[in-house]
């Protein structure tokens, strides 16, 4: 019996202490301390109307009501240490005068993105630019919206970053 305890005494302690300095890339304690800027070019956007992207709701293929685009720019200071673009997501939500407006239930954005880009690792003291195209129908019919677009960082420690940046699209 008390061989048990001290196997258990022993194994809660190696597991308690394995957390300490962790090397672990799923911490959410090892946080990259590099500061991205993150801007966008133009902060507010215009759409035009879309031709000949589509999207499927059930057996229906539909064509995307609006496409507009834009550029987005992650910039280190001499300072900061390398880091790399691990990951883009990109989220369309319908708006009216620049605030989000949730749809009605059983109702959702619809979108798809392109992006382009030089590459994705970023130097001391230089920027990298991703060029997106972002073709979108809102339920309310309408063409206002707010796109979030989060970015993602790694370095080459393994330590992440993640950084949202907001564009308005004109009504």
């Known amino acids: 019996m008390v061989r048990k305890v001290w196997t258990v ?6 597991l308690a202490l394995s957390g300490c300095g962790s ?3 799923f911490d959410p304690t090892r946080m990259l301390s590099v500061f ?7 902060d507010v956007v ?9 999207f499927t709701i059930g057996d229906e293929t539909v064509e995307f009501a609006w496409k507009t685009s834009f ?14 673009i691990s990951a883009l997501a990109l989220l369309v939500q319908q708006a009216t005068g620049g605030i989000i407006i949730s749809p009605v239930p059983g109702q959702a954005e619809s979108f798809r993105f392109d992006t ?9 003291g230089s920027s990298k630019v991703t ?11 309408g063409r206002e919206a707010v796109i979030t677009v989060t970015v993602s960082y790694i370095n080459d ?10 564009v308005r699209v004109a009504p």
Do not use: C, H, K, M
Not at 46 to 54: D, H, M, R, V
């Open 9 to 14: 005494v022993a194994l809660a302690s190696t």
């Open 157 to 166: 420690s393994g330590l992440t970053r993640t950084e949202n940046i907001t």
């Open 36 to 42: 991205v800027e993150l801007s966008v070019e133009p």
């Open 131 to 141: 060029e997106f195209d972002v073709w979108y129908t809102l339920p309310n019919q």
């Open 23 to 25: 090397n672990n890339l």
């Open 116 to 124: 382009r880009t030089d590459g994705n690792i970023i130097t001391p």
């Open 46 to 54: 215009n759409a035009t109307s879309a031709t000949g992207e589509t």
């Open 71 to 84: 550029r987005v720019i992650s910039s280190l200071s001499d300072e900061q240490p390398q880091a790399t």
